[in-house]
């Protein structure tokens, strides 16, 4: 009979306990709203926080049966996130608008997809399998919005979204994901080859040139993202996930001194070519000076009265319901951190920046956890992603680093966002699940043929447990 050397405990109870307090965070968010709007407790009220309810309590209990040793803070954190979120979209609703019932729909959907990458996947390792398929559906998806007849072509200066019927898409959003599962099994098969010497320049011991040719892949992808669709929040995305993973996987900072070179290099010539870059950057550097404030398109009003919104906040805030986020454009989507700012105040947004923090360090701890490289690669690079992509909006919203466009993950307004990053949740879970389950350490009988015996743990190596799935 089998016997454990650990008898690690599930923790569904406290993850219950916790989701208990997350969707009283959300919901009471949205009884605030709706107290403001003289429509506390209708009916709307009651079916968005039955659905938002029902979902997180179904997720839960998927868990409790096909990963029950996942990361127990994970889930919580991202409920209370998407409930702050649909309260302040709600709130942000002018009459007639239905964005908050749009986002509300995106998230049941986005909940359904990724219980559904929790129980049919069953092992992220099954993925490995599909590294050069996942490079290919990337290239795929980051094309697709170039192409005519599905294109939805120039939205507010960029082509990144497609037109499935009457609603629009985002395919970069998932193509981050595919990327990261190409990058995590690039990296884990080639680990060995990428680490032969190469020439040293004093401490710094630098690859060879041959063995860079995924890098500067990366680096075209990233700059043909930013030539091609016109988005630079996507094209430091990209190369800053690559970047990340490769210094995980072989602890060289020299990849790292190649990579801010390679960037540096890249946005200069795309600072002094592209008119788009030019302007992003002038409204970052020059945002008081009135004829940038009042310049259309590429004007810097947008996060001036982002600022003035946030500094009207305060401490503690106005309020939800209180303030006047709506003056600033696109307060529900790309301005959300100035809106939640201004209403919840420096604290209620301290707040929020801290659930995202617990949630890198969740994905991360996982990432150490798991026992296979891919595992840990592809946790690394997955929670790395959403960390990048808030530093680059909430920098953005407090101009500390020019304002780019991309999405506030779970809070913004966005269907083909909300989408990618619930998908990124479930992978995070099983991957989690894996790196906390017992391992069988009992000791197997000889073989006849020891060539094909097993370790004599029982635990598989990264490439046995590939082949044994």
Not at 306 to 332: E, H, I, K, S, Y
Request: charged residues 15%; proline residues 5%.
């Amino acid at each position: 009979m089998s016997q454990l050397s650990t008898t690690p405990k599930p923790r569904r109870n406290v993850e219950l306990a916790l989701l208990v307090l997350a969707l009283a965070v959300g919901i009471g968010a949205n009884m605030m709203v709706g107290v403001d709007k003289e429509k506390a407790f209708d009916s709307d009220f009651w079916f968005q926080s039955s659905l938002l309810a029902v979902a997180a309590l179904v997720f839960h209990a998927v868990l409790r049966f096909r990963a029950k040793y996942a990361d127990p803070v994970i889930l919580p954190l991202v409920v209370a996130l998407n409930g702050l979120g649909l309260a302040m979209i709600h709130r942000l609703d002018a009459p007639g608008d239905d964005t908050g019932n749009n986002q509300l729909r995106w998230t049941l959907i986005a909940m359904a997809v990724a219980i559904a990458v929790i129980w049919f996947l069953k092992d992220h390792r099954i993925l490995r399998r599909f590294t050069f398929i996942s490079l290919a559906a990337s290239a795929l998806l980051l094309i697709l919005p170039l192409v005519p007849g599905i294109s939805a072509g120039e939205i507010l200066g960029a082509r990144v979204w497609i037109r499935l019927g009457p609603m629009t898409f985002q395919p970069g959003e998932v193509a981050k994901i595919t990327l990261a599962i190409f990058f995590a099994g690039y990296l884990s098969s080639n680990r060995d080859l990428i680490l032969l010497a190469g020439r040293k320049i004093g401490p710094l011991q630098f690859p060879r040139f041959k063995d860079m040719g995924p890098m500067i892949t990366a680096w075209l992808v990233s700059i043909g993202v930013l030539i091609f669709q016109r988005d630079l929040g996507s094209s430091v995305l990209f190369f800053g996930l690559f970047i990340v993973m490769i210094y995980v996987a072989t602890s060289r900072i020299s990849w790292v001194v190649i990579g801010v070179g390679l960037i540096l290099g890249g946005g200069f010539v795309a600072s002094n070519v592209f008119s788009h870059v030019q302007l992003r950057i002038d409204g970052w550097l020059n945002a008081f000076t009135p004829e940038v404030y009042d310049r259309s398109p590429g004007g810097s009003g947008q996060i001036v009265q982002g600022l003035f919104g946030m500094a009207n906040g305060g401490l503690v805030g106005t309020g939800l319901g209180q303030g006047r986020p709506d003056l600033v454009p696109f307060a529900n989507s790309d301005m959300i951190i100035a809106s939640l700012g201004e209403e919840l105040g420096l604290i209620g947004l301290f707040a929020v920046v801290l659930m995202y923090l617990l949630f890198f360090t969740r994905g991360f701890r996982a990432a150490l956890g798991t026992r296979d490289a891919f595992g840990k690669l592809l946790a690394c690079g997955l929670s790395f992603a959403v960390a990048l992509q808030c530093f680059v909006v909430i920098g953005g919203v407090t101009r500390l680093i020019p304002l780019t466009g991309l999405t506030t993950p779970f809070l913004a307004a966005g269907g083909s966002s909300l989408l990618a990053n619930w998908i990124i949740v479930g992978l995070l879970l099983l991957i989690s699940h894996t790196a906390r389950a017992p391992v069988n350490t009992t000791p197997l009988p000889p073989a006849k043929d020891p060539a094909k015996a097993p370790n004599a743990t029982g635990i598989d190596t990264p490439t046995e447990a590939v082949k044994h799935l």
